[in-house]
């Protein structure tokens, strides 16, 4: 069963430090997304990206977090200087634009300290 | 704002018993998608209902989407001590699967044998 992989699983950062998180969608999918979910609270969209270009972001999404999508593969979520509330699990998913819906990784536990 | 509500919250049931998790909206969703959820992991999902009045049945769990396609239901039953786990509704604006999703807050499912 194809999946979307995230790494690192965990990543614990200094408050102020700018953290890489990696996701590898599924390969023949062409919609791309990053969610977080704080401890306890609903998940949250971030930001959606297709064709090279962020298609939709929430209110969440300000200056300090920036995309890409650096290869034909890799698709990153970047904070430039992190704080104590952007703790959570962040999530990437994919989906191919069909009735298959969405599929998402495992999650990158971060912890800002 | 978007809001999806579930209800319950919790729930705790013998082994055998059946149940229904709501999930309600003012909004109106091209799509709505049920997802399971494990301590530590992505929500992987179990079905996309795009239809409104559109019925799913996965084994001994049947998913429903609301005539005005604003609310949901799942209902399971004989629940099994493998039921046990976080669900989560979410709601889409485009029937293709592509664009943001707007998560409930979930419903935790225990089921005691």
């Known amino acids: 069963e194809p999946e979307v992989t995230q790494t690192p699983s965990h990543q614990v950062t200094q408050m102020g430090q700018e953290v890489i998180l990696r996701c590898v969608p599924i390969s023949n999918h062409l919609y791309f997304y990053w969610y977080r979910q704080i401890l306890g609270q609903k998940v949250e969209f971030l930001v959606s990206f297709y064709n090279n270009e962020i298609s939709e972001k929430s209110e969440i999404f300000d200056d300090q977090f920036s995309v890409e999508r650096p290869d034909g593969s890799n698709f990153t979520l970047k904070i430039r200087s992190t704080k104590l509330e952007d703790s959570a699990m962040y999530f990437c998913?994919?989906?191919?634009?069909?009735?298959?819906?969405?599929?998402f990784g495992s999650g990158t536990r971060l912890t800002v300290v | 704002t978007q809001l999806l509500e579930q209800s319950p919250q919790f729930l705790s049931i013998q082994e055998g018993e059946n149940l229904t998790v709501y999930c309600n909206s003012s909004?109106?969703?091209?799509?709505l998608q049920w997802y399971r959820q494990e301590p530590g992991e992505g929500p992987v999902l179990l079905v996309t209902?795009?239809?409104?009045?559109e019925v799913k049945k996965l084994k001994r769990l049947t998913f429903q989407f609301g005539d005005a396609r604003k609310d949901s239901s799942l209902h399971i039953t004989a629940a099994q001590p493998g039921d046990t786990g976080l669900y989560l509704c979410a709601g889409g604006y485009s029937s293709s699967n592509t664009g943001k999703l707007i998560f409930g807050q979930g419903t935790t499912l225990q089921v005691k044998p």
């Open positions: 909004s109106v969703f091209s799509s």
């Open positions: 209902v795009v239809t409104g009045g």
């Open positions: 998913a994919s989906s191919g634009g069909d009735r298959d819906g969405y599929t």
